[in-house]
């Protein structure tokens, strides 16, 4: 199982950054072409999530990306350290509705890009896990 681990500060300009290397560790590992626009469309809304949470809760930690490379699976997952951050939950009780709406939006857009994912929340943060397939190399024959 080979894993690549990102962390970044929660600023919105280093989500691009993510979704360009979780597309290209997902290219590496076998997802289909096809699939690699929702790659990075789905670990782009997870980490704007992270980074919205952290940034609305005052939080100071690193967001965090792994990617894992599995046998026959890809997964992201993607952490924040907010504080029971479900949906319609607010981080620290002090979400507004707005802000709530938003991020109930971005997990709907998050489980209609991504057939497995699993969204996971505790008191010292949350984790959002979304799985692909992959295909394994062609072999050349000779």
């Known amino acids: 199982m080979a894993t690549v ?5 929660a600023l919105p300009e280093h989500v691009r ?6 597309a290209a560790v997902a290219r590496r590992a076998g997802v289909d072409e ?3 626009d929702e790659v990075r469309l789905a670990v782009g809304e ?13 939080i ?14 890809f997964s992201i997952e993607v ?8 949906p319609g939950g607010a981080a620290s009780g002090a979400a507004s509705d707005a802000e709530i709406e938003e991020d109930e939006m971005g997990l709907a857009v998050i489980s209609g890009l991504v ?5 996971i929340a505790g008191e010292h943060g949350g984790l959002i896990r979304m799985s692909w ?3 394994p190399p062609a072999v050349a024959l000779s």
């Open 5 to 9: 681990e990102l962390r970044f500060s």
């Open 17 to 22: 950054t993510a979704r360009l290397v979780a």
């Open 34 to 36: 096809a699939v690699l």
């Open 46 to 58: 997870a980490c704007t999530r992270a980074v919205g949470l952290h940034q609305s809760g005052g």
């Open 60 to 73: 100071a930690a690193p967001v965090h990306v792994s990617l894992i490379e599995e046998e026959k699976q």
């Open 79 to 86: 952490g924040d350290e907010a504080p029971g951050s479900v």
């Open 115 to 119: 057939d497995d994912v699993e969204v």
């Open 133 to 135: 397939p992959t295909t």
